[in-house]
């Protein structure tokens, strides 16, 4: 027995969105939105049932990326699951500010024929799915990419992005700095987004961020918990002798301490405070 795709009717029955309803059935046929949109569809009552469970998680509210396993960023497609924070535009955004700044400073030691054939290195730390890591990597493959994760579970989705994504890269386990491997390597640049929502901000989130990892998201009472950990180990271990630059994402409450520590605050699309940088001259 065959049953009929009717989308509108289906997004009525579960109470989401219609495009969620297109977006969870074109995956689970194959097929692109466009084409789901052109023509009817009928499936057979077994794959119904199947359609149907994934219907119902999105009606609870789960995120559309955990149900479908998958995220799209920075044009590239990343596996996920509840072990990660499910990839941002904001991150999307904080890689490009990197990128920029890493060209100008390419430029200048070009021009000036400084640390020549020097292979830089940056961290990524707190690196979750290796979404970061392995953008960066495919955009500046010169560049020695260590991912840095405390969450051993998080390490196994990472690598499973970069085999997919068949990049070169190492992911390390670590709180922050605590792995001794990482303790004897002198990074170039640092990128991190680090847990950093306040205790009083978290519940008034939207509720499907309520599905992703907690230990992912909550910065302590201030959200300033895990960063201001950063900063600390950066001199403990001497790394910024070597640092050119470090890169943060952030709650927009943390401009102004941020701007006691010597770092710029940039905005995002929506003009709220959302990046922290801090570029060393050493030249």
């Known amino acids: 027995m065959l049953i009929s795709l009717d989308l509108k009717n289906l997004s009525k029955k579960f109470g989401i969105e219609n495009f969620e309803t297109e977006i ?33 998680k999105k009606a609870r509210k789960i995120p559309t990326a955990y149900i ?25 955004r904080l890689i490009e500010i990197f990128s920029q700044e890493f060209l100008k400073f390419q430029k200048f030691i070009t021009e000036n024929q400084i640390e020549k054939n020097k292979n830089f290195i940056i961290f990524d730390v707190g690196t979750g799915s290796g979404n970061i890591s392995i953008i960066i990597k495919n955009l500046f ?31 390390i386990h670590s709180d922050i700095f605590s792995n001794k491997k990482i303790q004897k390597i002198f990074p170039d640049f640092i990128i991190a987004n680090l847990p950093y929502v306040p205790k009083k901000e978290f519940f008034s989130l ?31 271990f001497d790394f910024q002798k070597n640092l050119k630059g470090i890169f943060l994402e ?11 520590e010597g770092f710029q605050i940039i905005k995002f699309y929506d003009g709220l405070d959302r990046f922290a940088i801090k570029i060393f001259n050493k030249f």
């Open 141 to 171: 493959p010169e560049l020695k990419v260590f991912g840095i994760e405390k969450s051993k579970f998080a390490i196994k989705v990472a690598e499973k992005n970069r085999k997919n994504q068949k990049q070169n890269l190492k992911f």
């Open 24 to 56: 969870i059935v074109s995956d689970f046929l194959k097929i692109s939105k466009e084409k789901l949109l052109s023509k009817k569809f009928e499936i057979s009552n077994e794959n119904f049932l199947k359609l149907k469970k994934l219907l119902e």
């Open 68 to 92: 479908l396993q998958k995220k799209e960023f920075f044009g590239k497609t990343f596996f996920v699951n509840n072990h990660t924070l499910i990839p941002r535009p904001e991150s999307e």
């Open 250 to 260: 952030i709650d927009p409450s943390h401009s102004k301490f941020l701007q006691k």
């Open 206 to 236: 939207e509720k499907n961020i309520y599905f992703e990892p907690k230990t992912s998201i909550l910065g302590g009472k201030d959200g300033l918990k895990f960063i201001k950990k950063l900063l600390v180990e950066i001199k403990k």
